[in-house]
């Protein structure tokens, strides 16, 4: 349960009920477990964001770590010595907030546990410190613009050269005037001294951005241009321990396959040393890969595909030495089946929910695969998530 220890005594709500399961919340501990400490968060008790800070270190270490064993065991592997990396608490590099009135003045907010109640934020413990600093002026200045109501959401993404910050406007906010937009985004861009700044409607679409310089990431050796809204690794420790780790799995391959490439996090550094072709449903973020590898002159080619409906078929897999894919939370299950029934003789998979990693491991394992390495990183830090990666051979 969220929120509990090994141990404890305590006085629940149940919230719902199936045949197989039951989720409840806390009401009240009664007796503590011998485990568990003070968190160290103001927020922690209202706040839905984390779920584990009551966790005694050496207790929480070994519960991350059987998420991995377990996954591995319901794939059907024998489970392997392997490594996991323990990331700092204050290194989240992106979030998205919601506003909250409170007594005449807007706060930051997250939402508390499995609910759309707002708990008003100070700090955030998990956010990289040029994220932290800034959030009390930012709210200041959220909260004197003269459409903060139609505010929807706040997001912050720090990139290598600076900070993007993104307001997303409601389904049913009437967006103000180009020139208000504009004017308001530049004082804000200034006051926070922000690489870029936006507001988009409730589709995403940027509807007014102010930029002060390029926001760019660093991949390999190569420095990009980020998209609007692009999606980042959730540290850039972990970002550098998966590129690691697939370069590793796919050293001495001829052409490599980067299914779900987003923003070429592994494309590109891959393409150093060998021909790469990647794919994504996120037409900008392909565009701007396929920009970065002509401006670069890489062996790198991009396409945009849904790999949901659209998978690379066994067929289509032909010629390739190695796939690396990386899907979202949702898993690739069409997309390993296919896998499974090609020629394909090396998969580097990456999945930050270990439920559908299992479900899709075990595909593989089922075609011959078996497991030559695994990687674990808790990049979720205080959470009951983290990111699995694993080289598959046959």
Not at 262 to 276: D, K, M, Q
Not at 284 to 313: G, Q
């Amino acid at each position: 349960m969220p929120k509990s220890v090994t141990g404890d005594l305590l006085r629940v709500r149940i919230n719902h009920e199936t045949s197989d399961a039951i989720r409840a919340e806390i009401i009240d501990i009664i007796e503590a477990g011998a485990n568990r400490i003070s968190a160290p968060c103001p927020h922690f008790s209202a706040c839905g964001g984390c779920t584990m800070q009551q966790m005694e270190d050496s207790q929480y270490r070994r519960f991350k770590t059987r998420i991995v064993s377990n996954s591995l065991k319901q794939a059907g592997f024998e489970i392997p010595e392997f490594n996991t990396h323990f990331l700092l608490p204050a290194s989240r590099r992106r979030t998205e907030f919601k506003l909250l009135k409170e007594n005449g003045k807007w706060s930051l907010a997250y939402l508390g546990n499995r609910s759309h109640v707002k708990v008003a934020i100070s700090n955030c413990l998990i956010l990289a410190p040029q994220l932290q600093k800034i959030l009390p002026l930012l709210q200041d200045l959220l909260g004197a613009l003269p459409f903060v109501r139609d505010i929807e959401s706040v997001s912050l993404t720090s990139a290598d050269s600076g900070i993007e910050l993104i307001l997303s406007l409601s389904r049913t906010a009437k967006p103000p005037a180009q020139n208000i937009m504009e004017s308001e985004l530049k004082h804000i861009a200034d006051a926070l001294k922000l690489t870029r700044i936006s507001i988009a409607d409730s589709r995403a679409v940027p509807l007014a951005t102010i930029e002060n310089s390029y926001l760019a990431m660093r991949l390999g050796a190569i420095e990009i241009n980020l998209p609007h809204d692009a999606f980042l690794q959730a540290t850039s420790e972990g970002q550098r321990l998966l590129t690691e780790f697939a370069l590793a799995g796919t050293a001495g391959k001829k052409r490599i396959l980067d299914l779900f490439c987003g923003i070429g996090t592994y494309s590109i550094a891959l393409a150093e040393n060998t021909t790469v072709h990647a794919a994504d449903d996120h037409l900008i973020m392909v565009s701007n890969l396929r920009h970065a590898a002509r401006s670069n002159n890489m062996r790198l080619t991009a396409e945009k595909r849904n790999l949901f409906t659209k998978p690379f078929s066994a067929d289509e897999l032909k010629g390739y030495d190695a796939v690396v894919i990386n899907p979202p939370r949702s898993g690739a299950k069409a997309q390993c089946e296919q896998l499974a029934a090609s020629d394909i003789k090396s998969v580097i998979m990456v999945s930050c929910n270990p439920a559908t990693f299992a479900r899709d491991a075990r595909i593989l394992k089922n075609a011959g695969f078996t497991l030559k390495d695994t990687l674990a990183i808790d990049q979720f830090v205080w959470s009951p998530h983290l990111e699995i990666a694993a080289s598959f051979v046959r």
